[in-house]
């Protein structure tokens, strides 16, 4: 056993804590109560008292709840009455308080080697909540058509056996509700529940059999001599008509005799076919939600795919980005160790520094992404001289320029005079507007505004 106080282990018969002097005096005695209500339980379910045992025993564990022998008792009473969840609730509890040598391993192992009996454990549970939601709704014959099954997969079922009685009670069918409450009292012998309806049973029918004795009182007697005709006259007999109504007296019989024997049947004939009919709308039932969760399921699995394969798209698009990159730089570099700083800075302009990943990349990044302003100059003035020999020429290297320093007012403005002798005026237009908005305190401004009147006025 454990200390309450310091959690450490010692002997069952200890008097006192050997490690911090804890008297445990007061936990003897609490397992001597714990095992004493153990032992009355024992007897209960001996007796096949098994609520009475079961309340019993769930005292002993309020007092020890690592008592595993009442605990496990627990579970096999569960388990008798049909209560298979609890029962395993309890013997894997006293697995985890006590994992070796328990007694629980084989109960649990027995259950759970017989896949088909546990298949038809889940079954019933299903099957008696699905009964117990129909009769709340009201719907009965539904409901005992379930627990008849419920019944018949598991005959010890007590509280399916008490639920079925019920229902026949208030469809005051109490011979059926009678054999119910008995299966369940051979199983609980003193479960105040069974009592209970056992006892409105037996008042209910108490009272059927009242009215029909009171009908029987009130009947009026009759007379024994209303039969009895005075002696008359010889007269001579006629011919009689008794024959006949004999034979009719024996067809009316005889008709009667086959309708009550086939009636019986018919109605027998009715019952199966009405609980075959309700059955089979269950079952139907039962697909149709099965059919509406599997589409659900197709739905949230087709959502799903869709996902992984806009995220995979996404992941490769990024990738591939993230590759171009890395080339542009790689060919940046290139340029760079080839003394052509002006084509390094230009095959790494479309990039950022925060588009690599590794601090080595980024200063790479850096070292041959930006000119100096004389280099910046010497480009611009490289394209002016291209204007005389190709505007396309010209464009392109400005364009270079623009990509390593976007808020370059020499380049635009040349850009757009590139672009008017070449008479694309709309471009041109662009450009010089740009060259404006740039800084317009500027000479470079004031030209661009003069070109900018001629290209509105040719239009």
């Known amino acids: ?55 019993t025993l769930k005292k002993s564990l309020q007092f020890n709840k690592r008592n595993t022998d009442a605990r496990n008792l627990l579970g096999l009473i569960y388990y008798e009455m049909g209560e298979t969840v609890a029962a395993l609730s309890e013997w894997v509890l006293s697995k985890y308080l006590q994992p070796e040598e328990n007694a629980a391993d084989y109960y649990i192992n027995t259950v759970q080697k017989n896949q088909t009996a546990l298949d038809a454990m889940n079954q019933t549970i299903k099957k008696y909540n699905a009964a117990l939601n129909a009769a709340k709704s009201g719907n009965e014959d539904l409901a005992i058509i379930q627990l008849k099954k419920v019944v018949s997969l598991n005959p010890h079922f007590v509280r399916a056996q008490q639920l079925l009685a019920l229902l026949y009670i208030h469809t005051e069918e109490f011979q059926k509700a009678a054999k119910c409450l008995n299966r369940a009292r051979r199983i609980d012998f003193n479960n105040t529940t069974t009592l ?48 006949v109504v004999q034979i009719i007296i024996g067809i009316i019989i005889g008709i009667a005799v086959c ?73 940046g570099v290139s340029y760079y160790i080839a003394q052509d700083k002006v084509s390094a800075a230009v095959a790494v302009a479309d990039c950022k520094k925060s588009d690599f990943a590794t601090e080595e990349a980024k200063e ?63 471009k041109a237009k662009t450009w010089y507007e740009k060259a404006i908005e740039a800084d317009d305190t500027t000479t470079i401004a004031s030209q661009a505004e003069t070109y900018l009147a001629q290209i509105d006025d040719s239009q």
Do not use: W
């Not at 008097?15 to 007897?43: T, W």
């Not at 008042?203 to 008359?232: E, H, I, W």
């Open 196 to 243: 209970r309806y056992m006892q409105e049973v037996g008042d209910r029918a108490a009272a059927g059999q009242g009215k029909n004795m009171n009908a029987v009182k009130k009947a009026p007697k009759r007379d024994t001599l209303d039969n009895v005709k005075p002696v008359g006259t010889y007269k001579e007999e006629k011919r009689s008509l008794m024959p």
């Open 364 to 426: 790479l990044y850096t070292t041959i992404g930006s000119l100096s302003d004389s280099q910046i100059a010497a480009l611009v003035s490289q394209g002016r001289n291209q204007m005389y020999t190709s505007y396309d020429e010209a464009i392109r290297t400005f364009k270079q320029v623009l990509s390593v320093d976007e808020d370059n007012q020499e380049a635009m403005f040349y850009m757009g005079r590139c672009y008017q002798r070449l008479r694309k005026n709309k």
């Open 259 to 331: 309708f009550i024997l086939i009636r019986p049947t018919l109605q027998k004939a009715n019952s199966d076919s009405g609980s075959q009919i309700a059955d089979t709308n269950n079952q139907l039932s039962v697909q149709s939600s099965q059919i509406s969760t599997l589409k659900k399921e197709k739905e949230n699995l087709q959502r799903e795919t869709d996902s992984l394969k806009k995220q995979i798209e996404d992941g490769d698009t990024e990738a591939l980005k993230k590759a171009e990159n890395y080339e542009k730089l790689l060919k």
């Open 1 to 55: 056993m454990r200390c309450p106080r310091c959690d450490a282990n010692i002997s069952t018969g200890a008097v006192r804590c050997n490690f911090c002097g804890q008297d445990l005096s007061i936990v003897h005695y609490v397992r001597r109560i714990s095992n004493s209500y153990y032992n009355i339980g024992l007897e209960k379910a001996e007796v096949r008292d098994l609520s009475g045992a079961v309340a």
